[in-house]
């Protein structure tokens, strides 16, 4: 049986909650609960959903709690304004040279890779 990209995330997802203490009875949302982050008005694509469209996104312990045409940015902690930009899942970046002192070729991940959109150097 194959397991697809998304089973195995959620699946080490589980694993890390557990890991850390954060359990699903710490996700879960009351009425008066805030969100840590919402994303704002950026164009959603989501490749393995075949989603594409304008969606605001609520992030709470660090996992994606909601996907919705209008979240209140009284809901939020903290808004980022996306409107105009494109909001993805996390990139990965297959080829890096991260040996900054290496070569002349290698550069200070820790620096560039959250400004370059990819989760993983």
């Known amino acids: 049986m194959s397991t697809t990209r998304r089973q195995f995330l ?4 589980s694993f890390a909650l557990t890991a850390t203490g954060v359990g699903l009875a710490a996700a879960a949302m009351g009425p008066n609960d805030k969100f840590d982050l919402v994303i704002k008005g950026g164009d959603v694509l989501d490749p393995s959903q075949g989603f594409r469209g304008q969606r605001d996104i609520g992030i709470r312990f660090g996992l994606i709690e909601a996907v919705e045409a209008d979240i209140p940015a009284a809901r939020a902690r903290q808004v980022l304004d996306a409107a105009g ?5 996390g990139l ?4 890096t040279h991260v040996y900054p002192y290496g070569s002349a070729i290698g550069i200070p991940a820790d620096e560039l890779v959250p400004h370059q959109g990819t989760t993983v150097p």
């Not at 959620?10 to 997802?13: Q, V």
Request: proline content about 8%; aromatic content about 0%.
């Open 85 to 89: 930009k494109l909001v993805t899942p």
């Open 10 to 13: 959620a699946t080490s997802g």
């Open 92 to 95: 990965v970046d297959l080829h």
